[in-house]
């Protein structure tokens, strides 16, 4: 092999494998279709939902705001362990993270996640003992939804 065939084999390498990686994520337009109606099934307070995504050479993760109906502490964090169950077992391809926020109905026509939602204060004491929760979003890495959710393709 010349050097010229070395560093051309090289340079497809470099290239290759990112694109290899982030392949194995499902598109955006595959979780919208499956996760919104698994989040909507998954707890009777959940009115709605909305989504953005973010994309990494691990794969794609989202955040994902839930509109209910009862704002009370229990119902909250009972919203948001079923929301983030339902999520990460309809996800098409396993997510690299959720970021879990709860507002109230109605849902906005132009809706902006960086917003704050409602205070997640109260309900932090009913969740997972380390949860990490940041400006009233939950974060759940891939690790976290595992531990809580079994692995990822199988039902909890």
């Given at each position: 092999?010349t ?7 090289a ?11 982030s392949g ?29 995504f973010s994309n ?13 109906t ?7 964090a009972?919203?948001i ?31 902006n996640?960086?917003?704050r939602?409602i ?16 400006n009233?979003?939950v974060h759940l890495a ?5 531990k ?7 039902a909890?």
């Amino acid at each position: 092999m010349t050097e010229i065939n070395r560093i051309v084999a090289a340079v497809a390498a470099m290239v290759a494998a990112p694109l290899a990686l982030s392949g194995c994520a499902a598109s955006a337009d595959e979780f919208e279709e499956l996760v919104p109606p698994a989040v909507l099934a998954s707890d009777s307070h959940i009115v709605d939902t909305a989504m953005s995504f973010s994309n990494g050479l691990a794969g794609r993760g989202f955040s994902l705001r839930i509109y209910v109906t009862d704002t009370s502490d229990a119902a909250v964090a009972a919203a948001i362990d079923a929301a983030a169950e339902a999520a990460y077992h309809a996800s098409p391809s396993r997510p690299t993270s959720i970021y879990l926020d709860v507002a109230e109905p109605p849902r906005p026509e132009r809706v902006n996640l960086g917003a704050r939602g409602i205070s997640l204060d109260g309900a932090r004491e009913l969740l997972w003992p380390d949860v990490v929760i940041i400006n009233d979003v939950v974060h759940l890495a891939s690790g976290d939804l595992e531990k809580l959710y079994g692995p990822w393709g199988e039902a909890g």
